[in-house]
T-cell receptor, first 112, second 114 residues
Framework: GENVEQHPSTLSVQEGDSAVIKCTYSDSASNYFPWYKQELGKRPQLIIDIRSNVGEKKDQRIAVTLNKTAKHFSLHITETQPEDSAVYFCAAGRGNTDKLIFGTGTRLQVFP | NAGVTQTPKFQVLKTGQSMTLQCAQDMNHNSMYWYRQDPGMGLRLIYYSASEGTTDKGEVPNGYNVSRLNKREFSLRLESAAPSQTSVYFC?????????????FGPGTRLTVT
């Protein structure tokens, strides 16, 4: 079946350092790749997404890259801050109104 | 706009009891989803509805039923609860006008089955 693998499961960085989270997907028809952030006890919220017609997208300190040939995509957070501490989920899907398959999450801790 | 709302927020059931989790959205979205979240397992799709009047199974549908009551509401029913269904349940919606594919999540229901 469709599958999304996410690594690492936990990541600890010093404030100001960069953090990278990687995901691979199995469904070659996937064309939409969002990243969600979930703070403790809260709902997941979209932080950035990318569609298959672009290879990279950036929004301030956050960027996502996509390699469709290799079927993997990554989240890059630069200049990390303590408020970036949360669980991050990648997902893959076929677009509007369709289902998403989520990765198992990465717990990011940013130490001051 | 309230976005996506869910009731109840918390629920404790005994094994074998039944209950319905309610979800509603006011964003005129076409699609709605039910996920469960367990430690270390991420978000797993239980059922989804791509449009009013249709429902489809997700990754983990066993033990659950759903009803897309109208465009706004999508309910999840546990007919005979089991301890393995202890989890946090999230409803989400997507697919309004425009080009956004974003799924918006409700606040979640924390369910414990003893």
């Amino acid at each position: 079946g469709e599958n999304v693998e996410q690594h690492p499961s936990t990541l600890s960085v010093q404030e100001g350092d960069s953090a990278v989270i990687k995901c691979t997907y199995s469904d070659s028809a996937s064309n939409y790749f969002p990243w969600y952030k979930q703070e403790l006890g809260k709902r997941p919220q979209l932080i950035i997404d990318i569609r298959s017609n672009v290879g990279e997208k950036k929004d301030q300190r956050i960027a996502v890259t996509l390699n469709k040939t290799a079927k993997h995509f990554s989240l890059h957070i630069t200049e990390t801050q303590p408020e970036d501490s949360a669980v991050y989920f990648c997902a893959a899907g076929r677009g509007n109104t369709d289902k998403l398959i989520f990765g198992t999450g990465t717990r990011l801790q940013v130490f001051p | 706009n309230a976005g996506v709302t869910q009731t109840p927020k918390f629920q404790v059931l005994k094994t074998g009891q039944s209950m319905t989790l309610q979800c509603a959205q006011d964003m005129n979205h076409n699609s709605m989803y039910w996920y469960r979240q367990d430690p270390g397992m991420g978000l797993r799709l239980i059922y989804y509805s791509a449009s009013e009047g249709t429902t489809d199974k997700g990754e983990v549908p066993n033990g659950y039923n759903v009803s897309r009551l109208n465009k706004r509401e999508f309910s999840l029913r546990l007919e005979s609860a089991a301890p393995s269904q202890t989890s946090v349940y999230f409803c989400a919606s997507s697919g309004g006008t425009g080009a956004s594919y974003e799924q918006y999540f409700g606040p979640g229901t924390r369910l414990t089955v003893t």
